[in-house]
């Protein structure tokens, strides 16, 4: 590949002086050449004027002063609920603090709502959370396979253990609300069927003394359909009937569940704040206030019990691809092109059917960004006309299979003034930035562009849609933007978001539960195969940051999709390629394999330069 030409003075003045305001924008004018003969500088000129001249020096080689800066005077990023305290500590108090406490029956979903939340809140609000479950105290403390007499409430000697089961768990709520050595918003979630008022009563007693906002969440479920499946598919899963036969103990868990029945009175109105949530679709929202406790509100209103399955895809390989060139809006190359036909033949015999082989339409949605390359990704897709689909709410409407939705909240991450240039070419110019990058790549952002802290507040209400949705949804997307939701719902931090594996030419399957998620990842198109279309490479050797890079911590870590250690609860891989990898974040389970179209286990290797081909 030729040098770059040299860029003038007035573009690296451009460059050095981000204007502040345009750093969350993506102004329309700034480099999205899509020629694989553009010059990475042809369009700097284009570049808004900035506010302020820089007095330095213009030289060979540049420091833009913007998130790498180490300057006090420099704030990288919007922070997350500052007002709320977060971060601004001299102001915070313990009315920043929210504990949430659930009430309902069993296998209403409480669980499963808790752990979205959390997850949620961590990930997107970057706001501590934790989950007070007393159901795992009580199998830590008695045991996992306890009959169903032992949850009736006229059994004596079961209530007493069951209140000591709650007693313990709610100590530690109260500590970790109350914890006077840590400062900020944090969320406490008690997670029981707390049935009684006097239960409820003793809980705001206990919680009164830390000044907490508490609010109640109820969740109540009267459609039978829905509870046995909720049954069968969550619980005979729980470590309570791991190993039972599974009508014994869908005939165990409807006793136990009449047994908590017995005695089980929900919220009145004089009880406080809460949110009632009736079989997913009704939603009562009283006396709740403050930021923090309506934004899980509108979260808790999006959330529902339903089976559903996220397919995630990069576009074909792009003429930038094979120029080793990040961002800009090119068109796909031939590969590209061939990608997007196999791409549509997955989709409608894997996406579009139902999967117990009777090949029946099922309802599927498709999201693509607004630029070029996956809009052609998804170009072949068909869109028949489904007559009388009938939706889990009973209505019947017509619907249109895979109408494009066009999100621009899924548009690449923008990399500004370095929009169009080879990482090459940044390390040559902008030898401080490209250093900046290596370092930080989660908080790093380009000049006048974005970073990856920019994507996940992109992305937020999006995560609100994905919870929403009950279809199958298939998202033609970007390396960086796929990176972050996908960390998002395998149970990734957001500091391993950056260096999660999104090969070209895959579908990556994802079945999110209540316990987790399980993935599959499918090859549509292997290296070889692309070879014939492009030659031996994509022409693009990923810079250091996407392989084991020095995070935080100072320990070394991989890109691949990582698994927890006992010990540590940090992520380490494991498994060999080709068999199916099993990790566990705290109580969680998260699943992967990989095959091919014909669902054959394949190995796929996360370390592949060609298929990791960076664009971001």
């Known amino acids: 590949m030729s040098a770059p030409p040299t860029p003038t003075q007035s573009q690296r003045q451009a460059i050095e002086n981000p204007t502040p305001h345009l750093l969350q924008s993506r102004p329309s004018n700034v ?21 302020k001249q820089s007095s330095a020096t213009s030289s060979t080689t540049t420091s833009i002063s913007d998130s790498s800066s180490s300057s006090s005077s420099v704030t990288p990023h919007a922070r997350p609920l500052e007002t709320c305290g977060t971060f601004a500590q001299s102001t915070n108090s313990p009315s920043d603090r929210v504990v949430l406490v659930f009430c309902g029956l069993p296998a209403t979903g409480k669980t499963s709502t808790s752990r979205r939340i959390v997850s949620y809140l961590e990930f997107f609000l970057d706001i501590p959370g934790k989950i007070f479950n007393v159901g795992d105290y009580r199998r830590s403390m008695w045991g996992a396979e306890l009959p169903a007499e032992f949850y009736d409430p006229d059994n004596v000697e079961g209530a007493r253990q069951r209140e000591e089961c709650a007693e313990k768990a709610l100590g530690d709520l109260c500590d970790f609300i109350g914890d006077k050595n840590t400062e900020g918003v944090r969320v406490g979630v008690f997670d029981a069927t707390n049935s009684t008022l006097e239960r409820r009563e003793r809980l705001r007693e206990r919680l009164k003394p830390l000044g907490c906002k508490i609010v109640y969440v109820e969740l109540i479920c009267t459609d039978e359909v829905l509870l046995q499946e909720n049954i069968r598919a969550v619980k005979l899963n729980t470590p309570d009937y791991r190993d039972a036969n599974p009508e014994d103990a869908v005939k165990d868990f409807n006793e136990r569940r009449r047994n908590y029945a017995k005695s089980y009175a929900t919220l009145g109105d004089d009880e406080g704040s809460y949110i009632k949530v009736y079989d997913c679709k009704k939603f009562v929202v009283h006396d709740v206030r403050g930021y923090l406790p309506m934004k899980i509100a509108h979260f808790i209103m999006n959330l529902h019990t339903l089976p559903r399955t996220f397919y995630f895809t990069r576009h074909g390989q792009s003429e930038y691809n094979v120029l080793g060139k990040i961002g800009g809006d090119s068109s796909l190359s031939a590969a590209g092109v061939e990608y997007s036909k196999r791409l549509a033949t997955f989709a409608a015999q894997h996406i579009c059917v139902k999967g117990d082989g009777s090949n029946e339409q099922v309802a599927a949605r498709l999201w693509t960004s607004s630029l070029k390359r996956t809009k052609e990704t998804a170009s072949q897709i068909e869109h028949p006309e489904l007559n009388a689909v009938e939706f889990d709410n009973g209505q019947k409407h017509d619907w249109l299979q895979m109408r494009p939705m066009i999100k621009r909240n899924l548009d690449e991450l923008y990399a500004g003034a370095c929009d169009g240039m080879t990482y090459k070419e940044i390390e040559t110019f902008y030898p401080e930035e490209f250093e900046a990058r290596q370092g930080d790549k989660l908080s790093y952002r380009y000049p006048r562009g974005e970073s990856y802290l920019d994507i996940i507040n992109r992305l937020e209400p999006l995560a609100h849609e994905m919870e929403r949705v009950r279809e199958p949804v298939l998202i033609v997307g970007h390396q960086g933007i796929l990176r972050i939701l996908y960390a998002y719902f395998m149970g990734l931090s957001r500091a391993e978001a950056p260096f999660v594996s999104i090969p070209l030419n895959h579908v990556l399957q994802l079945s999110p539960h209540a316990y987790g998620c399980d993935e ?18 994509d022409g693009q050797d990923e810079p250091i940051t996407s392989m084991p890079v020095k995070m935080g911590t100072g320990v070394l870590r991989s890109a691949t999709p990582p698994v927890s250690t006992p010990q540590t609860g940090r992520l380490s891989r494991q498994g060999s390629m080709g068999e199916e990898k099993v990790r566990s974040v705290g109580k969680q389970t998260f699943s992967r394999k990989d095959v091919n179209f014909e669902g054959v286990v394949i190995q796929i290797d996360d370390d592949d330069k060609e298929l990791n081909v960076p664009s971001c």
């Open 31 to 51: 480099i999205r050449q899509g020629s694989k003969n553009s010059s990475p500088f042809s369009s700097m000129g284009d570049l808004p004027a900035p506010t």
């Open 520 to 537: 599959t990842r499918i090859s549509l198109m292997n290296k070889e195969e692309m070879a014939k279309f492009s030659g031996n490479s």
